[in-house]
């Protein structure tokens, strides 16, 4: 009889602290989070609502999700955006085969995942390629059919034609690149015989390459192979290409062999900033003369005046602000002949409305620039350091109606970040992101600020 009455005391006690313990963990795992692991189902597990099947149906602009259940369900759903996700959760509810959602796919689902959400509620999460308007239902049994939850996923109008309209408006920003000289102008030469013609083409090359290779921006040659080209027909070709900035591609020469650097020079309609600018311009004008493109046929000597300096005034002080990001970078190269942006009436650069900028990379007159003319690393790193410039313009102040005007946004360094977590989570190549921000390397400074292209 103790024995028997020990028993049962005993067994009390198990019964207590395991109904203790089940409480306990219960209380656990509904604080860790929105979609906690499945509980240890007991007996009260008929109580839950069984979601036998899913299946879907597809229409061009909607797509239906049917639940079939085995009996009624409590039920509410919310969207969430950036991204855009539909979910819907189901209140004392099972899935009974994850494996359906495998054969689960439609042109407005990227995925489908679920989760036990407070321990009973079965929480199922929709992650779209887009915004839409969610609609739903739950129908009776009727027939051999039992209970049905309906999910309708409608994109929303015009959403997916706005979109198409944006991108059809959107642009990249054009770099008209004119190689200095070509054909029968060979330019100046160096002591080793090399023609001014030959590099100025070969730079150009490498920097049109350069800027294909960056998101947002194209290239094009004014000349493609060694002809000549009156500067009319230079100014005329980047019209036709719409470009949003011009860079003319010489290499210098003087008397003197030790003359040495790099210079950037921008238009000027009221005089030389330097005797050398005006010199300069003087012997790059002899290939012929010209007064850019633009109609100046008119008998009034000062409506004439009028009219060239109204076309240029605007693209004058663009054509600056780029000298001077050119001009930064190049600096980081090698030597520069002059600091700063110098100006003169430099015919070729004289294109109404396309801000332009010329550039004498070295002096091909002096035989170490020459060699460093010659050469294709020397060539590249003038490229580079050309485009860095001009992204660094174009950052700030891109034409409107372009990708890197548009279709970009920034992103904010923080502490542990790597570009190439960066570049993953944008899904981007490292490059393009080096390229847009003109990083030399892939230190980041915390709290920077970096321009993230978007496609």
Known sequence: MNKSLNSDVLRCKMEKQRRKFLSQLTSQLAGIGTLAAAP????????????????????????????????????SLFSMHKPERLVIDLKQTRLMNAGVLEELHSTQLKGIRTGVRKMHDLRIVLDLKSRTTPNSFLLEPKGNNGYRLVIDVKEQAGSRKREVVQKKKLRDVVVAIDAGHGGNDPGATGR?????????????????????????????????????????????????????????????SFPDVRARGASVYALSVSGATSESARLLAEKENKVDLLFGDVDLNHKDKMVRQVLLDLSLTGTIESSLDIGDEVLKELGRVGRVHKKKVQQAGFAVLKAPNIPAILLETAFISNPKEERKLRSSAHQSKLATAILRGVNDYFSRKAPPGTWLSEAQEHYTIKRGDTLAGISDKYHLPVSHLRTRNSLRNDELRVGKKLYIPVS
């Open 40 to 75: 240890i189902l007991t007996n009260a597990a008929s109580s839950y609502t069984q979601v036998q099947n899913i299946r879907i149906s597809r229409e061009p602009s909607k797509t239906r999700l049917v639940f079939d259940l085995d009996g009624a369900v409590d039920y």
């Open 192 to 252: 080793l015989g090399t023609h001014e013609k030959q590099v100025t083409l070969q730079i150009a090359k490498r920097l049109k390459k350069a800027i294909d290779g960056t998101k947002g921006m194209r290239g094009e040659l004014i000349r493609r192979s060694d002809r000549f080209m009156r500067l009319r027909e230079r100014i005329k070709r980047a019209h036709e290409l719409d470009a949003d900035l011009m860079i003319s591609i010489h290499a210098d």
